[in-house]
């Protein structure tokens, strides 16, 4: 069974997913719900602490794991004391343009495009990006997360892929990649507002994404094929990315988009705004 975003409002946000019926945190929700009746069918509901993280809720048995399937992918759903589960609905269009667009590099290459996941959380951008035909280098600080990956990447038959699974703070792990003198065709990234690495590192986006943009303009030549750039984050834009990547990368692009990312809601016109994205290729 599939994904499904139900309704949502009063910050809240109901879903489905393979018939589990779960509410989470949707802060940017500040419409009515337009089916109240649909709520009382919910089995959990997270709750946000005011110290970070929360807890789960559950009226009704549920699985502690389980499998959807959200458009050409199959994934791993868990739910996490963060009100995650393992997949963000809204980067289904990104997917499916990373895939085709690998696709048509691989073409004209003739060969199967380097493509570096940062930031790879579970997996999605890279089981597009191997769908397509690319060796894959996964790069998250969390081993369970990788972990949770390289298991979503088993569901869609992509296990023998070429896929590196590297469980290391990302800017490290890129300076590492310099001395070494690899070289990467494209570039996926979807950096947190506020992260801490396998080491104790801390991210703060608005203070690391400069000079992570600059290690991965080296690690491209300063020419990516593909950059694909999406953020979470208050306050930023798609024109942040834009000037953002402008500054590192040279500009001659054959072409570019940007927007929000969204996830519709079923059986109405209404859309759930969930981040921005910035994406070019060559």
């Excluded at 191997?130 to 569901?155: C, F, K, Q, S, Y």
Aim: proline share 6%.
């Amino acid at each position: 069974m599939s994904y499904q975003l139900l309704d949502s409002g009063d910050g809240r946000k109901l879903e489905s997913l393979s018939g589990v019926v779960v509410e989470r945190q949707a802060g940017i929700a500040i419409w009515r719900r337009r089916e109240p009746d649909l709520w009382d069918r919910v089995a959990g509901r997270h709750i946000r602490s005011d110290r970070g993280g929360g807890h789960w809720e559950w009226d009704a048995p549920h699985p502690q794991v389980w499998q959807v399937r959200h458009g050409p992918f199959d994934f791993e759903i868990k739910p996490t004391p963060f009100g995650h589960l393992g997949l963000f609905p809204e980067q289904l269009q990104q997917w499916i343009w990373i895939r085709n667009e690998i696709r048509r590099l691989a073409e004209s290459v003739a060969r199967p495009p380097r493509i570096l996941n940062l930031f790879a959380y579970t997996g999605g951008s890279t089981l597009a990006a191997a769908a397509g035909g690319a060796e894959v280098t996964h790069v998250d600080a969390a081993r369970g997360i990788v972990d949770w990956a390289a298991r979503n990447a088993r569901l869609n038959d992509l296990g023998d892929a070429p896929i590196r699974w590297i469980v290391e703070d990302c800017a490290r792990f890129l300076r590492r990649e310099i001395k070494r003198e690899r070289r990467y065709d494209g570039v996926i990234l979807d950096p947190p507002t506020f992260g801490r690495g396998a080491k104790g590192e801390i991210w703060k986006l608005e203070d690391g994404i400069g000079d992570l943009l600059r290690l991965l303009d080296r690690l491209t030549d300063g020419h990516p094929s593909l950059l694909h750039m999406s953020s979470h984050s208050p306050g930023f834009t798609p024109l942040v990315l834009e000037n953002l990547i402008a500054e590192t990368f040279q500009s001659d692009w054959r072409e570019t988009s940007s927007g929000e990312m969204s996830v519709p809601e079923e059986n109405s016109d209404r859309r759930l705004p969930s981040g921005i994205y910035w994406r070019a290729v060559r």
